[in-house]
C-alpha cells in the first residue's frame, strides 16, 4: 500500500542499509587509516574498499530513484528555513554517498598497491582500477593520489561532524520537541505523520 506521507519500502529499505553501511564505513576507514601496515590492514582496508564501492553502487540506485520519485511531501507546517536546511542537508548526503567512495577508488588506483592488492569485490571479482589514474607517470599518479586522499578525508569530516548531526539532531527535533511524527516518513514501524 502506498502513501504520499511516506516514503516507500523501496527507499527506506535503500536509506537505512547505506546509513549502516556508512557508519561502518567511517569506522573502518579510522581504524584502518591509523594502523601500521601488515596482513591485518590490509583485511580491514579490503574490506573498507569493497563496502564503500557498494556504498557507490547503492546510492547511485537510490538517486536514480530519487529522480524519477516524488518524494513525501513535507509537513505544510515546516517554515522555510527548515525545509531549505533539510533540502541542503538531503543534497549534501548525495554528494557525500558518490563522492567519499569516487574519491576511495580514484586514490586506490593511483596507488601503486592496487597492482599487488586488488580491489577484491565481496570475494567474487577484482573490481577494476580507474584505468586513466593508474596508467599515469609514477610522479603524476602520486601527486593526484594525494589530491584524492585530501578530498576523501574531507568529505568524511564533513559526513561526521556536519551533515549526520544536522540530519539526526533535525529528527530528533521533529520527533520529540515538535512532536509532529516526520520520523514516521522514513522508519516503517512508526505511523505516518499528521498532515
Ligand atoms: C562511502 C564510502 C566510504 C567512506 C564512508 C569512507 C571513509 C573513510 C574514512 C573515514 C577514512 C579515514 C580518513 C582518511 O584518512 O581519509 C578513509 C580512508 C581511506 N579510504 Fe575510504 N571511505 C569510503 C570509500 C572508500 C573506497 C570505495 C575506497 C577505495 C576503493 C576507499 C579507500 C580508502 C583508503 C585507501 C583510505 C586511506 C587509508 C590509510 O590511510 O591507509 N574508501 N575512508
Same mark, same amino acid.
Given at each position: 500500500?502506498? &502513501?504520499?506521507?511516506?516514503?516507500?519500502?523501496?527507499?527506506?529499505?535503500?536509506?537505512?542499509?547505506?546509513?549502516?553501511?556508512?557508519?561502518?564505513?567511517? @569506522?573502518?576507514?579510522? +581504524?584502518?587509516?591509523?594502523?601500521?601496515?601488515?596482513?591485518?590492514?590490509?583485511?580491514?582496508?579490503?574490506?573498507?574498499?569493497?563496502?564503500?564501492?557498494?556504498?557507490?553502487?547503492?546510492?547511485?540506485?537510490? %538517486?536514480?530513484?530519487?529522480?524519477?520519485?516524488?518524494?513525501? +511531501?513535507?509537513?505544510?507546517?515546516?517554515?522555510?528555513?527548515?525545509?531549505?536546511?533539510?533540502?541542503? +542537508?538531503?543534497?549534501?548526503?548525495? +554528494?557525500?554517498?558518490?563522492?567519499?567512495?569516487?574519491?576511495?577508488?580514484?586514490?586506490?588506483?593511483?596507488?601503486?598497491?592496487?597492482?599487488?592488492?586488488?580491489?577484491? =569485490?565481496?570475494?567474487?571479482? &577484482?573490481?577494476?582500477?580507474?584505468?586513466?589514474?593508474? &596508467?599515469?607517470?609514477?610522479?603524476?599518479?602520486?601527486?593526484?593520489?594525494?589530491?584524492?586522499?585530501?578530498?576523501?578525508?574531507?568529505?568524511?569530516?564533513?559526513?561526521?561532524?556536519?551533515?549526520?548531526?544536522?540530519?539526526?539532531? @533535525?529528527?530528533?527535533?521533529?520527533? =520529540? %520537541?515538535?512532536? &509532529?511524527?516526520?520520523?514516521?516518513?522514513?522508519?516503517?514501524?512508526?505511523?505516518?505523520?499528521?498532515?
Amino acid at each position: 500500500m502506498t &502513501d504520499a506521507r511516506r516514503y516507500s519500502a523501496v527507499a527506506m529499505t535503500l536509506h537505512w542499509l547505506i546509513a549502516a553501511m556508512l557508519i561502518a564505513n567511517v @569506522g573502518l576507514g579510522w +581504524v584502518g587509516g591509523d594502523m601500521e601496515g601488515g596482513e591485518q590492514k590490509i583485511q580491514l582496508m579490503q574490506l573498507h574498499k569493497t563496502m564503500g564501492i557498494s556504498i557507490l553502487l547503492l546510492s547511485l540506485a537510490r %538517486l536514480a530513484w530519487r529522480l524519477t520519485h516524488r518524494p513525501p +511531501v513535507m509537513n505544510s507546517h515546516l517554515k522555510a528555513w527548515e525545509k531549505a536546511l533539510a533540502h541542503i +542537508v538531503h543534497w549534501g548526503f548525495y +554528494v557525500v554517498m558518490i563522492g567519499l567512495p569516487l574519491s576511495g577508488w580514484a586514490m586506490t588506483s593511483a596507488s601503486p598497491v592496487i597492482k599487488i592488492y586488488p580491489i577484491s =569485490f565481496w570475494g567474487l571479482f &577484482d573490481w577494476p582500477a580507474i584505468g586513466f589514474i593508474s &596508467d599515469l607517470p609514477r610522479d603524476q599518479a602520486k601527486s593526484i593520489g594525494q589530491a584524492f586522499g585530501l578530498g576523501h578525508d574531507v568529505l568524511a569530516k564533513a559526513l561526521v561532524y556536519v551533515l549526520f548531526p544536522l540530519h539526526v539532531l @533535525g529528527a530528533l527535533k521533529h520527533q =520529540f %520537541l515538535d512532536k &509532529d511524527g516526520e520520523l514516521g516518513r522514513i522508519i516503517p514501524f512508526l505511523p505516518p505523520p499528521k498532515a
